[in-house]
Nanobody, 124 residues
Framework: QARLVESGGGLVQAGGSLRLSCAAS????????MGWFRQAPGKEREFVAG????????YYADSVKGRFTISRDNAKKMVYLQMNSLKPEDTAVYYC?????????????????WGQGTQVTVSS
């Protein structure tokens, strides 16, 4: 049973940067695929970025490609989301998620474990 805790959210101006962190405990983190999702007010939760358990394969939603970078540190049981060139439309609650089978992907149903979320607000 994995537990995920996100941190690093906050208020930032458009064009700025934030780095989200997700700390994992329990389970075999090094074997988990990890993902970041977000949910904006009035919208459904959507995929943002994912990373395989090996760390050598990452993938992104088109809306964040080239601006966001997902990474992981298996020794520290951490996954990160570096967000640059932030836009007001990036405003959302960001969630960290884990797939114990190691594959991840974009569908939310793939992920068994979820954090509580961290708010990111980008002002124009």
């Amino acid at each position: 049973q994995a537990r995920l805790v996100e941190s690093g959210g906050g208020l930032v101006q458009a064009g700025g940067s934030l780095r989200l962190s997700c700390a994992a405990s329990g389970g075999t983190f090094s074997r988990y695929a990890m993902g970041w999702f977000r949910q904006a007010p009035g919208k459904e939760r959507e995929f943002v970025a994912g990373i395989r358990w090996t760390g050598d394969y990452t993938y992104y939603a088109d809306s964040v490609k080239g601006r966001f970078t997902i990474s992981r540190d298996n020794a520290k049981k951490m996954v990160y989301l570096q967000m640059n060139s932030l836009k007001p439309e990036d405003t959302a609650v960001y969630y960290c998620a884990a797939d114990s089978h190691g594959y991840g992907g974009t569908p939310q149903i793939t992920y068994e474990y979820w954090g509580q979320g961290t708010q990111v607000t980008v002002s124009s």
